[in-house]
């Protein structure tokens, strides 16, 4: 079946501008998370979803970043006025219904780079 | 102190040879241990949960030592296809976010 899905896979913009990143997770999964990852180090979480509600998003880093999921599956997650610290993957991940031991399930990223 | 560290690397190892990573983690409450591989340019997946009691899944045996707060990987007769980055993540609080080390890179050569 289809695995996490993301778009753009790269994203080149410049300081101070406005991006959009989309996350399809599997069908069926309730959960839904973005990570960041800079380079050479592991992703970062960011947010977390279950359902259309943002049931923690204690890793953003401040309010330039937004995450919404408005139907319970595809999630954007919004960067304003970006900075040149914002350059990484993006990663999103989806698990069926957030437990534990579930298994998250990563799309391929966007790599973002803002001159 | 990061939450979770790992030697970097890269092990630069023959094929066929075993290998080993370890992993540190500083919160002693964490219940969930796993080992992710990573390839260049693409996403973590799953290699392996670790269980307390250890596990094994074909040349893959990981470990966790509670005490001293590590897990292992120890991987045997390595091949071309394990080059990549083995990321250990731990579950700090048996809720849905996982916790990343930096990874460390191996490289299998012929």
């Known amino acids: 079946g289809a695995g996490v899905s993301q778009t753009p896979s790269n994203k080149v913009t410049e300081k101070g501008k406005y991006v959009e990143l989309r996350c399809d997770p599997i069908?069926?999964?309730?959960?839904l998370y973005w990570y960041r990852q800079s380079l050479g180090q592991g992703p970062e979480f960011l947010i977390y979803?279950?359902?259309?509600?943002?049931?923690?998003d204690s890793g953003l880093p401040n309010d330039r970043f937004f995450a919404v999921r408005p139907e319970g599956s595809v999630s954007t997650l919004k960067i304003q006025r970006t900075e040149r610290g914002d350059s990484a993957v993006y990663l999103c991940?989806?698990?069926?219904?957030?437990?534990?031991?579930?298994?998250?399930?990563f799309g391929p990223g966007t790599r973002l780079l803002v001159l | 102190r990061k939450e979770v560290e790992q030697d970097p690397g890269p092990f630069n190892v023959p094929e066929g040879a075993t290998v080993a990573f370890n992993c540190t983690y500083s919160?002693?409450?964490?219940?969930?241990f796993f080992w992710y591989r990573q390839d260049c340019r693409k996403e973590p997946k799953l290699l392996m949960s670790?269980?307390?009691s250890g596990n094994e899944d074909g040349r893959f045996t990981a470990q966790l030592n509670r005490a001293s707060q590590y897990i292992s990987l120890l991987i045997r007769d390595s091949k071309l296809s394990d080059s990549a980055t083995y990321l250990c993540?731990?579950?700090?609080?048996?809720?849905?976010?996982?916790?990343f080390g930096s990874g460390t890179r191996l490289l299998v050569r012929p």
């Open positions: 991940a989806s698990s069926l219904t957030g437990q534990v031991e579930e298994t998250q399930y």
């Open positions: 069908s069926g999964h309730t959960a």
């Open positions: 979803f279950q359902g259309t509600g943002a049931a923690d």
């Open positions: 919160n002693s409450a964490s219940q969930s």
């Open positions: 670790v269980y307390s």
């Open positions: 993540v731990v579950n700090p609080d048996s809720s849905y976010k996982l916790i």
